[in-house]
């Protein structure tokens, strides 16, 4: 935790990773600093959210990873690894959704010794995991960041469609402009989703005022919605149709472009060359997208 701390400067992006609450994250941060007999951050002026880190604090950051590594290996010189054989897999709720649950068989016929144990995570919590990384384990989502104790490998990109109820105006479109979204109700990802911006700027693009009527966290609930006739939504979805598969939606190309969302493979450094990170990403870059 106090790692992630010094390294991003950012209290708030801490406590996200960490899915605690605020005053609990402070407590543990300064029940470190009481036990090592040192201040390791100071809030910077004027902030209660931006730090950076005291002349304690950078010695801290430049020691503390090699340290916390030749501990782990001391503990497992004595009593061999936590728990051998187990692989943790954090993923956005996305590619946990319509990925993940593809891979896990693949993966279990290939490792059928191995424990799988996955947790679904925000991309900064993912990131926050993968830094704080004491047992083996990587993270699948889109890119945040890119610190050098982590190894990120791009896996692919999705593209932009309009879905709609089958029973819409615009269902019998080949294709769409934002254009002729003009005049209907939008359901758009919560406001700090990357991809609300990538939408949000497309249609600043096309000269466009969109109407947005709804918002959501997900993509599975922003398609019921459209199947319950609450709106239409412009969405990032995979090429085979895993997400909108069975449902009673209608799927269009869009002709102006919009920024594709980026999806990767996160990897602490001191776990890639375990053999359970390596057939599993193996098996992600031949997975059917």
Known sequence: MMLNLLRSGSLESTVQSTGEHLDAVVAQLRAIEQELGA????????????????????RFLQRA??????????EESLNGPSDP???????????ASYLLIDLLPAYRRLQPNSRVRVSVRTEQQ???????????????????????QVEYRHWFDMNWFLVVPDHHALASASVISLADLANESLILFEPGSTGRQHVLEAFHAAEVQPRIGMQ???????????????????????????ATAG???????????????????????????????????????????
Not at 65 to 74: D, E, K, S, T
Not at 131 to 144: R, T
Request: hydrophobic letters at 45%; glycine letters at 8%; proline letters at 7%.
């Open 39 to 58: 201040r390791l951050f100071r809030f910077v002026s004027g902030s209660t959210h931006r730090i950076e880190p005291t002349v304690a604090g950078r």
């Open 65 to 74: 990873p090699g340290l916390i590594n030749q501990q782990r290996l001391f």
């Open 85 to 95: 054989g187990a692989l943790r897999v954090f993923a956005s709720h996305y590619l």
């Open 126 to 148: 993912i990131l926050g995991a993968m830094l704080q990384a004491d047992e083996c384990s990587l993270g699948l989502s889109a890119p945040v960041e890119f610190p050098e």
């Open 216 to 242: 959501a966290t997900t993509t599975a609930i922003i398609l019921q919605m459209i199947e319950a006739g609450l709106g239409v939504s412009v969405l990032p979805l995979l090429p085979c149709g895993r």
């Open 247 to 289: 449902k009673a939606l209608k799927v269009i190309p869009i002709s102006e472009p919009i920024q594709a969302i980026q999806s990767g493979i996160f990897i602490p450094t001191i776990w890639l060359q375990d053999p359970q990170v390596q057939c599993f990403v193996e098996l992600a870059r031949r997975c059917e997208l």
